[in-house]
């Protein structure tokens, strides 16, 4: 039921070792590569010298700190960052109203703090608003840039399990299918093996620097870069992720002030890397300088982290959704609260199936809108219903279908009412343990977890996490029903849509 289940065909063949123009595949590194600017003259490669960032003095327990409101912050993860709680943010923020969800971009708090020791630096690489595949994104022409560079990245074609690819579909298909900006990809790209920069194809397939034989070429190498990234993204999101691990066994807590896309990259470096190299590339002349060499300085507006677009509003709310199936029909509730796509974060998405069928058996019950809107995509790797009409995911609301059968899918295009019927419950778009449909919810680009201060809510039920992934339960008023994927009918929901 794990929804990395498109991308797995693809690693079908010849464990879709990818196919570029002007080199074949090459053997596993012993060593992960060593991230690179680029050294044209339109690319300056940086200072040679690195001066070491500054770091946060100890804090007296207790102390209230300033601090500016962030995208997407909420209570309880600005608690786990800062070691303190929910109550003494609240005690010391007694303007936040008692049912706030997200807080508002730019509002000024105080944070009683405890200190913690280890805590890394302060420089952020990128803000938020462009980590996400969301607004920011929607004038960018991957295939235009690409073309109008020099490098090899532009002559790649990668064979999929479903054909061939160029570089820049490749990118495409990762960017939208993870949510992760495209321009951040092709960054990393550059960074790591001047993609877009040095017409010489590098003679590895591992051009990201994971090892491993089932991640081989641009797009499986990709698929874990995305991966990655949105474990630590979404980890700080929700507070979860609090500390890592670098190669050397030294602990790295991030700091407590710093936004969800620095703490994503720093994660995903130091799954390789430590001191002094992971400070390079953390800091100004690492992958921060290859970003704005590409494609500009992100903080250019006069821009602070808190006046970047602000693409997650504060108070966020959720329209009204009704269950993804018709009235008057019960359906298991099989998944709690899991990834939205691939593995781990974000804890975006969950299950439903239909009664009495079994195993990958097929379904005549209908899986419906939950709201209206237009379908914005119509794919094996997921049907997206857009709620803002305007075709495009990656702004406004969006809610997320996997695993709807090929047959009487609806199109891309389509307009449709709550309660209109988009397609059938199936265990096609992947692995799969039995016929559901996996639903998740984004907003301007960004998944939105399940259980979080923005409810999942359905006809009044109401999202609740387990103590793992796949377990929880749905609440409404004194009515509880817990997730299970043993179709024993315990498990069985009624909607009753209007």
């Given at each position: 039921m794990n929804p990395t289940e498109r991308q797995r065909r693809r690693e079908t063949g010849l464990l879709l070792c990818l196919i570029v123009l002007l080199a074949a595949c090459g053997a596993p590194q012993s060593t992960a590569p060593t991230p690179v600017s680029p050294s044209t003259p339109a690319f300056p490669t940086p200072a040679a010298i690195f001066t070491p960032l500054p770091t946060r003095p100890p804090f007296g327990p207790g102390e209230l700190v300033d601090y500016v409101a962030q995208n997407g912050d909420t209570l309880p993860a600005l608690a786990a960052r800062f070691n303190t709680t929910e109550a003494e943010i609240r005690t010391a923020n007694p303007i936040i109203p008692q049912n706030a969800s997200t807080m508002p971009p730019g509002m000024p708090m105080k944070i009683p703090i405890y200190f913690k020791a280890l805590w890394g630096n302060p420089y952020q690489i990128l803000p938020d608003s462009l980590f996400i595949n969301g607004p920011d994104q929607v004038d960018f022409d991957i295939t235009a840039f690409v073309n109008s560079q020099p490098g090899w990245?532009?002559?790649?074609?990668?064979?999929?399990?479903?054909?061939?690819?160029?570089?820049?579909?490749i990118v495409k298909l990762v960017s939208t299918n993870f949510s992760v900006s495209p321009r951040l990809l092709l960054a990393m790209l550059e960074y790591y093996s001047q993609a877009l920069s040095n017409p010489n194809t590098p003679n590895t397939e591992y051009l990201l620097g994971y090892n491993d034989q089932f991640h081989a070429g641009v797009y499986m190498q990709l698929v874990w870069l995305a991966n990655i990234l949105n474990n630590g993204y979404y980890g700080w999101r929700r507070g979860a992720l609090i500390e890592f691990e670098h190669p050397d066994g030294r602990i790295e807590r991030p700091d407590p002030w710093q936004n969800a896309a620095t703490v994503s990259l720093q994660f995903v470096f130091a799954q390789q890397y430590s001191s002094p190299q992971y400070d390079q590339m953390t800091g100004p002349g690492g992958l921060a300088q290859t970003y704005k060499v590409l494609f500009g300085d992100p903080w250019q507006n006069g821009a602070t982290t808190n006046s970047v677009t602000p693409f997650i509003p504060g108070s966020l709310t959720q329209p009204t959704f009704t269950l993804p199936f018709e009235r008057g029909k019960s359906w298991n509730y099989t998944g709690?609260?899991?990834?939205?796509?691939?593995?781990?974060?974000?804890?975006?998405?969950?299950?439903?199936?239909?009664?009495?069928?079994?195993?990958?058996?097929?379904?005549?019950?209908?899986?419906?809108?939950?709201?209206?809107?237009?379908?914005?995509?119509?794919?094996?790797?997921?049907t997206m219903l857009d709620l803002d009409g305007d075709g495009d995911e990656r702004t406004g609301w969006d809610i997320f279908y996997l695993h709807l059968a090929t047959i009487d899918h609806i199109p891309a295009g389509t307009k449709v009412n709550t309660g209109d019927r988009i397609g059938h419950a199936s265990c096609e778009g992947g692995e799969v343990t039995g016929t559901h449909v996996h639903i998740a919810r984004k907003y301007n680009g960004e998944w939105i977890l399940a259980d979080s201060p923005v409810p999942f809510v359905m006809e009044g039920w109401a999202v609740h996490d387990g103590s793992t992934?796949?377990?929880?339960?749905?609440?409404?008023?004194?009515?509880?029903?817990?997730?299970?994927?043993?179709?024993?009918?315990?498990?069985l929901i009624t909607s009753s849509q209007q």
């Open positions: 990245f532009k002559n790649y074609i990668g064979q999929l399990g479903d054909g061939p690819r160029s570089g820049a579909e709690g609260p899991h990834t939205g796509w691939g593995k781990g974060e974000p804890y975006a998405a969950i299950d439903f199936a239909p009664n009495g069928v079994a195993e990958c058996g097929l379904s005549n019950d209908w899986v419906t809108a939950m709201a209206p809107g237009v379908i914005a995509r119509s794919e094996v790797d997921g992934a796949y377990q929880g339960f749905l609440k409404r008023f004194s009515q509880t029903v817990t997730a299970s994927d043993k179709g024993e009918g315990k498990s």
